[in-house]
């Protein structure tokens, strides 16, 4: 039969029909029975082509293949509901050239493909192989119709036979295309012989399967037979109890969703356990184990708040002042928030997210350190657990003991973990400085592994025996002396140190938190006590030497409990305590701070020192004497200071002739410094510059000014170098009255530590040598000193003289 030029178009969906074929087809969409329709007012035939997507109701061209069989309609039956079915008879393969839209259907322009069999040989071979697998496919259970099977089996004619293959066969639609455009029948039966062989490695692979999965139950259900046969035999020797044990603890193995390492070693513990008589000693070691296992957080987390403003507002709520901390613990929870944007968009891995930072506080004791560690869990929204390492001297305080002593236990990181219930907790390691050593083995090294982030996600405890996840953890350690800590150790944390408080903010501390704890502690309300602002203030400078506020409330505790104790024999309601009253309650001040002198002296200098509980001036006191040329130091002076001394009687010496100090007066004099209170141990470089200020005064006897004070390092050349503790030096000379200091240029960045208010009225001048501190501090500068040296020396001994008169 002829293809016509044009021809309607009939759409089938999931479908592909072939020449020589006879089906019937059922046609309901509009554009099929149109196109149905149209060849029936023609010729009768019709071009069936299979659509790419079966899920589109009106395709276009673009959704059709361009390949289809040209069919003639053999009969035509109308349904009612206005769908059709036809009866078509399949004669010639045909290629589309053009889709046109005619009256409510598709036409399509068409070219017939030739049926051409290529190479007669290979297609007598391919025919046989491809029947072969097709009776291999039945064999193996592939269900075709059994008249169908039979009439492919019959076909001799090897291009019907791949046809009809492909149409019955469940392969793919794209599959089923590409053989009704293939151009050969060699070709076409090449690719169904591989869809043929496709499908029987499926056949068998599916088999594989099935008989594993069978064999899966067959030994499921023997190992189910032989534990019930195992349980009447234990219930047998050892009653009902050890048997229930034994299914808890598997019961909740199996719901941890432990990591596969652990989840082994805790099957073989409770099949040990299984086999043993419940009152063996053995089996109380197992069931001790096994009850650690089932009570780790290996899998539980809190998430974490991450709203900062609520942090920033939970940090300040329960701490004045600690900026850095603050401002660390709030960069972390921003970090952690960008992290978790991008582990959501897939830029990173999720692990990455929940890396915790490893913080060291280091800082005098009471400043806090302790306390803001609870804050962050607080504003984190985590889990908070504290362990004091002070006095840890053995390794296994960390690490655990083997289960093989008796009495074993894991560590004090397992025991933590297991206390807050979570594994991403705030865990506080407190006073890390403090631990020991022992012939047992280095705590401090056992830390290593706890503290590296790079290693602690695999941290083993010897008592558990397996990997736990530390890397979660949120590690903050404290400290109150950072050089007593190992250097692999420091290495691993990120230092914060934590200052003294200063006045100011130990005043804001006591108003705030310690005045209310102790009143409500004391039972006690605000209506019953009142202690004044300058009441608060002389308790922290003239009963308190502290860098914290622990002695601060102590002593409020104090004065409370006396208040307590009046209103309750007095009949007093209200009690008012005023700076005047002090003494009364808490006796004579404890401490004293320096003032500074009233007047210009010989051979004193105003010096500035720090220590932990904040900053204070020192006199700094040369006498000059008759003697042997030696140099007496007293004041309980350390190493560096008494080298201080040196370097300053060196510097006076080179510069003699200059200030016009005779150089026989190094030989005829005896030199004695001295630094007050002779009780107090003192150290350190930085009273370089006051030693050589009085040393210079003594020998000259010019007097220094009594109203500035200074600190500052020096060199035998005459240069100032820095030092440490600006801030409360600083503060300490103002406490004293002095409000001009000398510090050195290097230390100038050093003042933005200083809050402004207390600048405000303060004089700061930065020098680089010591020509000029002592054009500074010596009673008319350099001028005088060199003035001096011009005159001459029986006029300077008679100036020296009625100095020492007056």
């Known amino acids: ?386 362990v004091s390492l002070g006095g840890a001297r053995d390794e296994s305080d960390i690490r655990g003991h083997r289960r093989t002593y008796i009495g074993a236990m894991p560590g004090r990181i397992i025991q933590g973990l297991r206390q807050a219930g979570t594994k991403n907790p705030v865990f506080l390691l407190d006073e890390v400085d403090k631990m020991g050593q022992s012939f047992q083995g280095d705590p401090a090294a056992a830390l290593l592994e706890v503290l590296d982030p790079a290693q602690n996600k695999e941290f083993v405890d010897h008592y558990l025996g397996v990997p736990f996840d530390l890397s979660e953890v949120m590690f903050i350690a404290t400290a109150n002396f950072p050089q007593l800590i190992p250097a692999p150790l420091m290495d691993r944390m990120e230092l914060i140190e934590f200052t003294s408080y200063l006045e100011d903010e130990k005043l804001q501390i006591a108003k705030r938190y310690l005045l209310p704890r102790q009143l409500k502690e004391n039972g006690l309300t605000e209506r019953q006590v009142k202690i004044t602002d300058a009441a608060l203030r002389r308790l922290i400078t003239h009963y308190t030497r502290e860098a914290g506020v622990r002695n601060l409330e102590r002593e409020i505790g104090s004065l409370l409990r006396k208040a307590a104790r009046r209103i309750l024999e007095e009949g007093k309601k209200r009690i008012r305590i005023t700076e005047k009253d002090l003494e009364k309650y808490l006796g004579p001040p404890r401490y004293l701070p320096e003032t500074e002198a009233r007047e210009p002296q010989v051979g004193v200098a105003t010096g500035m020192y720090y220590t932990p509980v904040g900053g204070d001036i020192m006199f700094v006191e040369v006498s000059v004497m008759p003697g042997k040329g030696q140099l007496i130091l007293t004041g309980q002076l350390g190493d560096v200071m008494k080298e201080s001394a040196r370097a300053a009687l060196t510097y006076a010496k080179k510069n003699a002739e200059r200030f016009g100090i005779p150089l026989e007066k190094f030989e005829k004099s005896d030199i004695h410094i001295h630094v007050p209170a002779g009780a107090i141990p003192k150290e350190g470089p930085s009273a370089g510059v006051a030693i050589t200020s009085a040393l210079v005064s003594a020998l000259t006897e010019v007097p220094v000014r009594h109203d500035i004070a200074m600190t500052g390092e020096i060199t035998l050349t005459g240069r100032v170098l820095p030092i440490g503790g600006v801030r409360e030096k600083v503060l300490g000379a103002r406490r004293a009255g002095i409000r001009e200091v000398i510090l050195p240029k290097q230390n100038e960045p050093d003042l933005k530590d200083i809050p402004r208010h207390l600048q405000k009225d303060m004089t700061f001048h930065f020098v680089e040598n010591l020509d000029e501190v002592l054009d500074l501090a010596i009673v008319g500068g350099l001028e005088a000193l060199e003035a001096r040296a011009k005159k001459p020396r029986r006029t300077r001994k008679k100036e020296a003289r009625a100095v020492a008169r007056a």
């Open 1 to 386: 039969m002829n293809v016509p030029e044009k021809v309607p178009v009939v759409p089938v969906r999931g479908s592909v029909i072939y020449p020589t074929m006879v089906m019937p087809i059922d046609a309901g969409r509009k554009l099929s029975v149109n196109a149905i329709d149209a060849a029936l007012e023609r010729d009768r035939v019709v071009l069936i082509v299979a659509q790419r997507d079966k899920e589109v109701e009106e395709p276009g061209p673009d959704d059709l293949f361009t390949t289809g069989t040209v069919c003639n309609i053999l009969r035509m039956r109308k349904n009612p509901d206005g769908s059709v079915q036809v009866l078509v008879q399949c004669f010639a393969r045909a290629r589309v050239k053009k889709f046109e839209r005619a009256d409510g259907h598709l036409e399509a322009e068409v070219e017939a493909l030739k049926d051409e069999l290529g190479n007669e040989i290979e297609v007598k071979a391919l025919y046989r192989e491809v029947k072969e697998r097709f009776s291999e496919l039945l064999k193996e259970g592939k269900y075709v119709a059994p008249d169908v099977a039979q009439f492919i089996q019959n076909l001799e004619d090897p291009a019907q036979l791949a046809d009809y293959i492909a149409f019955h066969m469940d392969f793919k639609l794209e599959d089923k295309q590409k053989i009704l455009e293939l151009p050969t029948v060699a070709e076409r039966l090449k690719r169904v012989l591989a869809l043929l062989n496709t499908e029987l490695e499926l056949i068998e692979t599916q088999r594989r399967i099935q008989q594993q999965v069978k064999e899966e139950i067959d030994r499921n259900q023997r190992e189910y037979f032989l534990r019930e046969q195992m349980k009447a035999i234990q219930r047998e020797l050892h009653g009902e109890e050890g048997e229930e044990e034994v299914e808890e603890f598997r019961k909740k193995i199996e719901a941890l969703n432990l990591p596969e390492a652990v989840r082994k070693e805790a099957e073989r513990e409770l099949n040990r356990l299984s086999r043993m008589h419940p009152d063996s000693a053995e089996a109380a070691v197992i069931r001790t184990y096994l009850d650690w296992i089932v009570n780790l957080p290996w899998n539980k987390r809190t998430e974490d708040n991450l709203d900062i403003e609520r942090a920033k507002k939970i940090l300040d709520e329960d701490h004045y002042g600690l900026e850095k901390v603050k401002d660390r613990v709030l960069e972390y929870l921003a970090v952690r928030k960008l992290k978790a944007e991008r582990a959501k968009r897939g830029e990173i891995p999720e692990e990455e997210v929940n890396k915790g930072p490893i913080l060291l506080f280091v800082g005098p004791p009471g400043v806090g350190k302790t306390s803001i560690a609870k804050s962050i869990a607080r504003a984190l929204g985590r889990k908070y657990v504290r």
